[in-house]
């Protein structure tokens, strides 16, 4: 009886002996391998982004296409009325922020992690806004202090809900801002607040986007050309706040690149005048970003309308220079309106037509997100 005892303590230590042997091999490789990967993984706050506006309301089917179509970053547009951040003023005049965007916010949040997808949180109008989509002098923002200080509070629950994936989200503080005479300094001002809650109250170190302002003064002037008057926030000791992106949007010109979507704006072909409006407007950018300490660029929208039969070589003319700086870029827009879908031919009308991944559009875009990286966030 001895014996067998004996036996058998001898093969359980042998089997013993062998798992841990074999534990000790997987912990080594799962080492090895995570010494590998930090080599090789790129550092997620530096990579380059390229990729596509979205709806708040995207499916989950449409995020897994943008992922297999290699865009590694998304611009999420809060537009729809239920996922707008701030409700209209109750009676009292008070604002107050809407449950149901922090719920979508959260959802988007999760759902891009899991696919390495950067994403960019644009609220894009508040209350008053003349226009939901674009800024307007008109807008109830410029006037109305209860308002602004209620977009620096949305701004910080927006942080409570993403300072900790500060490697992949990305804050877009206002879109398209257009400031009424008078008030020339009113979005320096206000950015300079949300920057202010956001670094020194709460030292989020998500990227934020910058959007330079238009300006109503003596004359309409437009927001790429008012782009030199746009102030990067700085701290009280005089450095400027870290980790600030200037994001200027580009429909140049906008008779061309929006074509029969807006009134009084004709089909149009692209011609050397045209090109060279656009190409001017990308220097002014360039200009700006040499003169700030070669402040990061991403371009968080551009496109041109379906209705543009020639509108591909706007987009590749564009594109191409926004690479030959190492700008970040967002394509205007993925499966938000026909008029601008790179998935739907033939060129020259905005009609419905069928998607298809592999239009000439696409496949150009495409092509460039070839060169995208996706570290694990």
């Known amino acids: 009886m001895k014996q067998v005892v004996a036996f058998l303590f001898l093969v359980t230590c042998a089997s013993c002996l062998k798992q841990s042997s074999a534990r000790i091999e997987e912990n080594t490789a799962q080492r090895v391998a995570t010494k590998a990967r930090a080599v090789t993984d790129p550092d997620p706050a530096n990579i380059r ?19 297999s179509y290699k865009a590694n970053v998304v611009r999420a547009l809060f537009t729809n009325t239920s996922h707008r951040f701030i409700n209209e003023k109750d009676a009292n005049g008070n604002y107050s922020l809407n449950v149901n965007a922090f719920t979508k916010l959260d959802q988007l949040v999760a759902l891009c992690r899991t696919r390495n997808l950067k994403l960019i949180i644009d609220p894009h109008t508040t209350p008053g806004a003349i226009n939901p989509y674009t800024g307007n002098p008109g807008d109830r923002l410029w ?12 701004w910080r629950q927006i942080s409570n809900h993403c300072h900790t994936g500060s490697s992949f989200i990305i804050y877009d503080l206002y879109n398209e801002p257009f400031l009424p ?24 170190k998500c990227e934020i986007l910058l959007q330079p302002s238009g300006y109503q003064g003596n004359g309409w002037v437009d927001r790429i050309p008012n782009l030199p008057n746009l102030i990067i926030p700085k701290k009280a000791n005089g450095s400027v706040y870290p980790n600030i992106t200037v994001s200027p949007h580009l429909y140049t010109p906008l008779s061309y690149t929006h074509q029969v979507t807006i009134s009084g704006y004709p089909p149009a072909s692209y011609t050397t005048t045209v090109k060279n409006q656009m190409l001017n407007e990308i220097q002014i950018i360039r200009n700006y970003q040499i003169n700030n300490n070669n402040v990061k660029i991403n371009i968080g929208e551009f496109s041109v309308t379906r209705a543009a039969a ?55 875009l495409k092509n460039k997100f070839q060169n995208n990286q996706f570290p694990v966030y």
């Open 49 to 67: 982004i390229r990729g596509f506006d979205i709806l708040s309301t995207i499916t989950t089917a449409d995020l897994d296409d943008v992922r």
């Open 143 to 154: 006037t109305d202090t209860k308002l602004q200080d209620m977009v620096v509070e949305m």
């Open 181 to 204: 005479t008078g008030k020339p300094n009113a979005w320096n001002e206000l950015a300079k607040r949300i920057v202010v809650a956001l670094r020194d109250g709460k030292q989020d």
């Open 310 to 364: 020639d509108g591909n070589s706007y987009l590749a003319d564009a594109v191409n220079k926004f690479e030959s700086y190492s700008w970040d870029w967002v394509y205007h827009s993925f499966r938000e309106a026909y008029d601008w879908d790179a998935e739907m031919e033939p060129l020259g009308n905005v009609s419905q037509q069928p998607r298809n991944g592999n239009t000439d559009r696409m496949q150009f």
